[in-house]
């Protein structure tokens, strides 16, 4: 009988060593504090060819020119299910290509930020050619960054992809325009989560005043803010909160662009 008693034990121990085990080695996970990587999830992407304007024009997230905004190819534009009416832009994606032995280039993930919208096309169902309609989870990816990961002939491809911390080089970016005491601010290059959910502002002879989004990552407020310096709060979609005092000069104008502090990637 004691015998049997060791015997079980060991058998136990060794079953809390195994699920020990298996829980620490658990994929990453996504939660509002620790926005490292989501679990992976499907959906399908499409490519746009070079000679396609929307880089020039931006898109639906406002940020202008890609390549000058410095978002360069690793872009991506979303279906509404994903694009969260504009919310989701600055977020970034890693996203591979599955099931397709045929198509796809193994083993290769691309990375790429939120910067456009996928128009739904409610003349077709979502099961036939409306690619991008609800509850659809679609890329359109630039064929640069496509190619990356399958062969252009593959079209539309089932894929997998995850959210994961942005990383970018140097600070925040804000451009400031509008006329009066109408100011708009895009904000751009933003690190850690990518995606901002509020933000304020503050010049020297007022308090934090908050902003309301326009589109996309332009944000604006009615207020006479000339004369002063500007320093703005951000808060990210993960609760981080940032702020950077004197971010624009006391003689700064319509137009111009300014540099800021940046989220911890």
Request: contains cysteine.
């Amino acid at each position: 009988m004691p015998t049997l008693t060791l015997v079980l034990t060991l058998l136990l121990t060794l079953s809390l060593r195994s699920s020990s085990h298996s829980l620490s080695s658990t994929p990453y996970s996504f939660s509002p504090s620790t926005p490292q990587h989501s679990d992976w999830r499907p959906a399908r992407a499409t490519y746009y060819a070079p000679i396609d304007p929307r880089d020039i024009v931006g898109g639906a997230c406002g940020y202008g020119d890609l390549e000058k905004s410095g978002y360069g190819k690793a872009t991506a534009g979303l279906s509404s299910a994903l694009f969260e009416k504009g919310q989701i832009c600055g977020a970034c994606f890693e996203v591979r290509c599955v099931e397709d032995l045929k198509y796809c280039i193994p083993g290769t993930s691309i990375i790429v930020t939120a910067t456009n919208f996928c128009a739904p096309n409610y003349g077709f169902e979502a099961d036939t050619g409306g690619k991008c309609n609800v509850p659809n989870a679609h890329f359109v990816l630039p064929i640069e960054a496509f190619e990356k990961i399958a062969i252009w002939k593959a079209s539309n491809m089932p894929i997998q992809y995850r959210r994961i911390k942005c990383r970018k080089e140097g600070g925040i970016r804000y451009t400031i325009d509008g006329a009066g005491i109408f100011l708009s601010v895009l904000i751009r290059n933003v690190a850690g989560a990518g995606d901002i959910v509020a933000v304020k502002i503050k010049g020297s002879r007022t308090g934090w005043l908050p902003m309301n989004r326009n589109w996309g990552q332009n944000w604006h407020i009615n207020a006479d803010m000339k004369n002063q310096p500007l320093s703005f709060e951000l808060t990210s979609s993960d609760g981080v909160t940032l702020i950077s005092y004197y971010v624009a000069p006391k003689n700064w104008d319509f137009g111009q662009s300014f540099e800021g502090k940046q989220f911890e990637p």
